[in-house]
């Protein structure tokens, strides 16, 4: 234990005025299990501490080859470590001159023991949910029906929310929406996906029944379609497919849906051109619109981010290209994409990458990083930075 001679003679070895100095010293000294290691460091922003001020959890998430994340309820988080040029002493009941008390101020020599230390700390940063693995998990089996054979012997796992919870890394919110968003239902306690050709079947039944009742398509009865569609599949499944496809809304008691135009021609576009490896760009027009319910009108940009249109090819082609199957890693994308097509328009390549954009990041941000600019026919275009195998 230091005496304040010794704390007065060490001052002035260091050539320190001790008038210049607060009042208590804190003379340090390692306990017998001190080390690295044993402690770890976070460093949380405001509006985390505030969570677990209130109770609640900050989840780590992530198996053994993927990196690390922590999640909020509606936020993710990528952990890295930063590693500190001072070490960073962890000191049990250690008070600042703030919090000392009087009595303490007075008796100006404090002895503290260092329970551990470490040179670095876990650094969080604000990213994207990694959701690609909860599509891709989901389609291992998708639901083709009460009456497939498949489902009745599948060997795939089936996942409940827990489930993903323990295996997305991403919050519980962002889980959920884009469960909605992908269109997913619970089928049994069970997260399921509606295999393509069974939500065009359903969807099929419900513009039919739409088209032999002469109802406008923003006012589609759910308690009729039930009754009319109930003996062909089952209604959950009926009013699933009203609710991915239609805004559900109530008037006078009776629940309806308005059917959404983009979305239904998105999937007829989808059914055509998941037939064929290129369609020709007019005839594909011609029958897409065709194919959809009267009084709706099919546009190219219904498409963005299934389909991709070659206007340098005579004539002019189009096929399927879907978001969801390209990687998830940002240089990985664009890899996949320079090696589709050499040249891309920043209209074109938009839809494809938009995705990858972080808080506040733009499309041109991610451009200007993983593409070279250049002018062609008067048209910029975007390609590889490196060279694509």
């Given at each position: 234990?230091?005496?304040?001679?010794?704390?007065?003679?060490?001052?002035?070895?260091?050539?320190?005025?001790?008038?210049?100095?607060?009042?208590?010293?804190?003379?340090?000294?390692?306990?017998?299990?001190?080390?690295?290691?044993?402690?770890?460091?976070?460093?949380?922003?405001?509006?985390?501490?505030?969570?677990?001020?209130?109770?609640?959890?900050?989840?780590?998430?992530?198996?053994?080859?993927?990196?690390?994340?922590?999640?909020?309820?509606?936020?993710?988080?990528?952990?890295?470590?930063?590693?500190?040029?001072?070490?960073?002493?962890?000191?049990?009941?250690?008070?600042t001159p703030e919090q000392l008390n009087a009595d303490?101020?007075?008796?100006?020599?404090?002895?503290?023991?260092?329970?551990?230390?470490?040179?670095?700390?876990?650094?969080?940063?604000?990213?994207?949910?990694?959701?690609?693995?909860?599509?891709?998990?989901?389609?291992?089996?998708?639901?083709?029906?009460?009456?497939?054979?498949?489902?009745?012997?599948?060997?795939?796992?089936?996942?409940?929310?827990?489930?993903?919870?323990?295996?997305?890394?991403?919050?519980?919110?962002?889980?959920?929406?884009?469960?909605?968003?992908?269109?997913?239902?619970?089928?049994?306690?069970?997260?399921?996906?509606?295999?393509?050709?069974?939500?065009i079947k359903l969807l099929n039944h419900v513009i039919?029944?739409?088209?032999?009742?002469?109802?406008?398509?923003?006012?589609?009865?759910?308690?009729?379609?039930?009754?009319?569609?109930?003996?062909?599949?089952?209604?959950?499944?009926?009013?699933?497919?009203?609710?991915?496809?239609?805004?559900?809304?109530?008037?006078?008691?009776?629940?309806?849906?308005?059917?959404?135009?983009?979305?239904?021609?998105?999937?007829?576009?989808?059914?055509?051109?998941?037939?064929?490896?290129?369609?020709?760009?007019?005839?594909?027009?011609?029958?897409?619109?065709?194919?959809?319910?009267?009084?709706?009108?099919?546009?190219?940009?219904?498409?963005?981010?299934?389909?991709?249109?070659?206007?340098?090819?005579?004539?002019?082609?189009?096929?399927?290209?879907?978001?969801?199957?390209?990687?998830?890693?940002?240089?990985?994308?664009?890899?996949?994409?320079?090696?589709?097509?050499?040249?891309?328009?920043?209209?074109d390549i938009t839809p494809y990458i938009e995705d990858?954009?972080?808080?506040?990041?733009?499309?041109?941000?991610?451009?200007?990083?993983?593409?070279?600019?250049?002018?062609?026919?008067?048209?910029?275009?975007?390609?590889?930075?490196?060279?694509?195998?």
């Open positions: 234990m230091r005496s304040r001679a010794e704390v007065d003679a060490t001052l002035q070895t260091a050539k320190l005025n001790p008038a210049e100095l607060l009042p208590v010293v804190h003379c340090l000294s390692f306990g017998p299990r001190a080390g690295a290691g044993e402690c770890c460091l976070l460093q949380l922003e405001p509006a985390l501490c505030a969570e677990l001020e209130a109770g609640r959890s900050l989840v780590i998430r992530g198996e053994k080859d993927e990196q690390v994340v922590l999640c909020s309820k509606d936020k993710t988080y990528e952990m890295k470590i930063a590693d500190t040029s001072n070490m960073l002493l962890f000191i049990p009941d250690c008070k303490q101020a007075s008796c100006n020599i404090i002895h503290s023991e260092i329970a551990g230390f470490s040179n670095n700390y876990w650094e969080l940063r604000r990213c994207r949910p990694k959701l690609k693995k909860l599509r891709k998990l989901l389609m291992e089996d998708p639901y083709e029906g009460p009456d497939s054979q498949k489902d009745q012997t599948s060997t795939f796992s089936k996942y409940t929310t827990e489930d993903l919870l323990s295996l997305i890394q991403a919050s519980e919110e962002e889980i959920l929406h884009h469960l909605q968003y992908i269109d997913a239902c619970k089928i049994e306690g069970y997260w399921r996906i509606l295999e393509f050709d069974y939500q039919q029944l739409i088209d032999s009742e002469s109802w406008s398509l923003s006012k589609v009865s759910l308690c009729t379609c039930l009754e009319e569609l109930g003996p062909l599949e089952p209604k959950e499944m009926i009013e699933h497919i009203l609710l991915s496809y239609g805004r559900k809304y109530i008037e006078e008691g009776e629940v309806y849906f308005e059917m959404r135009e983009d979305k239904i021609c998105r999937a007829l576009g989808q059914m055509l051109l998941q037939n064929a490896v290129k369609f020709n760009l007019s005839d594909f027009q011609e029958v897409w619109q065709q194919s959809v319910p009267e009084g709706m009108t099919t546009r190219l940009d219904q498409l963005k981010g299934l389909a991709l249109v070659d206007k340098s090819s005579r004539p002019e082609t189009i096929s399927l290209l879907k978001v969801e199957d390209l990687p998830e890693d940002n240089q990985e994308r664009f890899n996949s994409l320079f090696s589709i097509r050499d040249k891309w328009t920043e209209v990858l954009c972080a808080e506040k990041q733009t499309v041109g941000a991610l451009l200007t990083k993983y593409a070279r600019s250049s002018m062609q026919n008067g048209v910029k275009v975007y390609n590889s930075r490196r060279p694509v195998s």
